[in-house]
């Protein structure tokens, strides 16, 4: 008779912190800075970083070898760079200079929904705006959000409005 015996240690492990950080999905209207700021609070209270990821597509169309535009300001380098300004400024009005976390500013190229749900995949949780009023179930929780609620790695958080 063979008998197996393990060692037990009276001390008991240390909970490993969660140190994936927070991400929020933004866009530039006043809902969304309001998930910003909430998604700052919750970063400081859990001490962790904060990725704030904001979609753009580029509209121009297509005709030959590269994009055809027929206005600059509709040139995917104009767009892409109006975008990283209105980001950053964003953040700035959001945050201030002096964050009390990290905070990283990703502008990724591709549709809001599929973009969020690829950068909750490292996530402690993604934070998002609440959408503007429709009807529907849908309408309810807005396209973009219901999306991510339904295909998203990590918990999705519907940030509320600055004034709840």
């Known amino acids: 008779m063979r008998v197996r015996a393990e060692l037990v240690s009276d001390q008991q492990e240390a909970p490993v912190a969660d140190t994936r950080p927070i991400v929020v999905g933004v866009h530039g209207s006043e809902r969304s800075a309001a998930a910003l700021r909430w998604a700052v609070r919750e970063a400081e209270a859990r001490q962790v970083g904060l990725r704030v990821v904001m979609a753009w597509q580029s509209r121009a169309g297509l005709a030959g070898p590269g994009p055809f535009v027929t206005h600059a300001p509709q040139s ?4 892409r760079l109006t975008h990283r300004m209105r980001l950053v400024r964003m953040v700035r009005e959001c945050v ?4 009390s976390v990290e905070i990283s500013i990703e502008l990724v190229e591709g549709k809001p929904v599929d973009v969020l749900v690829q950068e909750s995949a490292g996530a402690h949780m993604l934070v998002l705006g609440r959408p503007g009023a429709r009807r529907g179930i ?3 929780l807005g396209s973009t959000v219901s999306a991510c609620v339904d295909r998203a790695h990590c918990p999705v958080v519907v940030a509320p409005d600055a004034a709840e």
């Open 138 to 140: 849908r309408g309810l």
């Open 96 to 99: 201030g200079e002096a964050p």
């Open 76 to 79: 995917p380098r104009f767009v």
